[in-house]
T-cell receptor, first 114, second 116 residues
Framework: NAGVTQTPKFQVLKTGQSMTLQCAQD?????MYWYRQDPGMGLRLIYY???????DKGEVPNGYNVSRLNKREFSLRLESAAPSQTSVYFC?????????????FGPGTRLLVL | AQKVTQAQTEISVVEKEDVTLDCVYE???????LFWYKQPPSGELVFLIR??????QNEISGRYSWNFQKSTSSFNFTITASQVVDSAVYFC?????????????FGKGTKLSVIP
């Protein structure tokens, strides 16, 4: 099992450029998440998906769009990147087994917007 | 609005000491979840625990234990006999679900350094 994979690992964008961060999990989880972590800060949830075809906004959804076209993949799109979106982006998936949740994180994507 | 306070910004302990990381949360909801996460110096994120607001039993997992007290809105995390590998930033978080949104609020983290 690869767990949760993210691509790319690192990206530099110019202001106004667009890009899609890819996330995939091979654990057959229903729930998936996108977080961002700014330097020296905690995590903030951008979007959450409870299942294929459904998404919910998190704390900081502005400037982002997401797509959950299948159970395995959950992509995050920046339509017009801004320097404020410079961050490390983490994707995660989770399962609940007998009332106990376990979350699994990807390695992160470091994004620099100039 | 939810809020999570981790008052301890940085803690240093000597290996084998016990250490408790504090987490105080604020929420108006009766149903919510509490979480702890670990972020080692490598930068990866590791999920440690989720606790339901209805379950106030303490949880123990190896050297880790969690004390949930609704009366003081606290969800503290204790590491017994700390090891160097425990050195990391630890985040506490609380979750509530609303219509069309998933509110997961994190504290700013506590950096734990375990000195050999």
């Amino acid at each position: 099992n690869a767990g949760v994979t993210q691509t790319p690992k690192f990206q530099v964008l110019k202001t106004g450029q667009s890009m899609t961060l890819q996330c995939a999990q091979d654990m057959n989880h229903n729930s998936m998440y996108w977080y961002r972590q700014d330097p020296g800060m905690g995590l903030r949830l951008i979007y959450y998906s409870a299942s294929e075809g459904t998404t919910d906004k998190g704390e900081v959804p502005n400037g982002y769009n997401v797509s959950r076209l299948n159970k395995r993949e959950f992509s995050l799109r920046l339509e017009s990147a801004a320097p404020s979106q410079t961050s490390v982006y983490f994707c995660a998936s989770s399962e609940v087994d007998r009332g106990r949740e376990t979350q699994y994180f990807g390695p992160g994507t470091r994004l620099l917007v100039l | 609005a939810q809020k999570v306070t981790q008052a301890q910004t940085e803690i240093s302990v000597v290996e084998k000491e016990d250490v408790t990381l504090d987490c105080v949360y604020e929420t108006r909801d009766t149903t919510y979840y509490l979480f702890w996460y670990k972020q080692p110096p490598s930068g990866e994120l590791v999920f440690l625990i989720r606790r339901n607001s209805f379950d106030e039993q303490n949880e123990i997992s190896g050297r880790y234990s969690w004390n949930f007290q609704k009366s003081t809105s606290s969800f503290n995390f204790t590491i017994t006999a700390s090891q160097v590998v425990d050195s990391a930033v630890y985040f506490c978080a609380t979750y509530r679900a609303g219509a069309g949104s998933y509110q997961l609020t994190f504290g700013k983290g506590t950096k734990l350094s375990v000195i050999p």
